[in-house]
């Protein structure tokens, strides 16, 4: 297996909603990492996680909630986003940690996410 | 701070025609350049990976180089067809905490 796996491909949310995104990886990476992408621009690093532990907080707003709780899931919990939010949020991972840039990284297809 | 750029932003052309898509980065102490695809609205598809002790890679029609001295790398697109036509992206590993910096893309469209 050498994908990884994002859900769900679309979501519609409210402002008052909490959801989460979904992304798994069997590739035995040990570092995972959440981007976000707005139409047209390159994505921008929000997290980043090497052996299960938060090593890269990119200043993201706390509205949005990481979490990892396994090596093979990452998981992005969203709360009282704001309409600005809508996005691509793409997750990758690698087999190094996540503070090199020797990592190469795997990315998903993808979550498009529409805050109303 | 690494920054990338790429040119051109758009680029049309006729089914058929050789095409080049140019890459600029400012630090050249870099450990790896990536090649993606993007489709509208879908994630990256990773097309090449040149180390930087390497000069070229190269898969079916597509051949990357990178001179890293220059800060520059090239994606040649050999005989362009419509399905090639997606968003370019480079991105260069860097030593920054970042890890990985992109450019802004090329958006190409191969016309039937």
């Known amino acids: 297996d050498t994908e990884v796996t994002q859900t769900p491909k679309h979501l519609v949310m409210g402002m008052t909603n909490k959801k989460s995104l979904k992304c798994e990886q069997h590739m035995g990476h040990r570092a995972m990492y959440w981007y976000k992408q707005k139409a047209k621009k390159p994505p921008e690093l929000m997290f980043v996680?090497?052996?299960?532990?938060?090593?890269i907080n990119e200043s993201v707003p706390s509205r949005f909630s990481p979490e990892c709780p396994n090596s093979s899931l990452l998981n992005l919990h969203l709360h009282a986003l704001q309409p600005e939010d809508s996005a691509l949020y793409l997750c990758?991972?690698?087999?190094?940690?996540?503070?090199?840039?020797?990592?190469?990284?795997?990315f998903g297809a993808g979550s498009r996410l529409t805050v109303l | 701070k690494q920054e990338v750029t790429q040119i051109p932003a758009a680029l049309s052309v006729p089914e058929g025609e050789n095409l080049v898509l140019n890459c600029s980065f400012t630090d050249s102490a870099i450990y790896n350049l990536q090649w993606f695809r993007q489709d509208p609205g879908k994630g990256l598809t990773s097309l090449l990976l040149?180390?930087?002790?390497?000069r070229e890679q190269t898969s079916g029609r597509l051949n990357a180089s990178l001179d890293k001295s220059s800060g520059r790398s090239t994606l040649y697109i050999a005989a362009s067809q419509p399905g090639d036509s997606a968003t370019y992206l480079c991105a260069v590993g860097g030593t920054g905490r970042r890890a990985l910096t992109f450019g802004s893309g090329t958006r190409l469209q191969v016309q039937p």
């Open positions: 990758a991972s690698s087999q190094g940690t996540g503070l090199s840039g020797a990592n190469v990284l795997t």
């Open positions: 040149i180390q930087s002790s390497q």
């Open positions: 996680y090497s052996y299960e532990k938060l090593s």
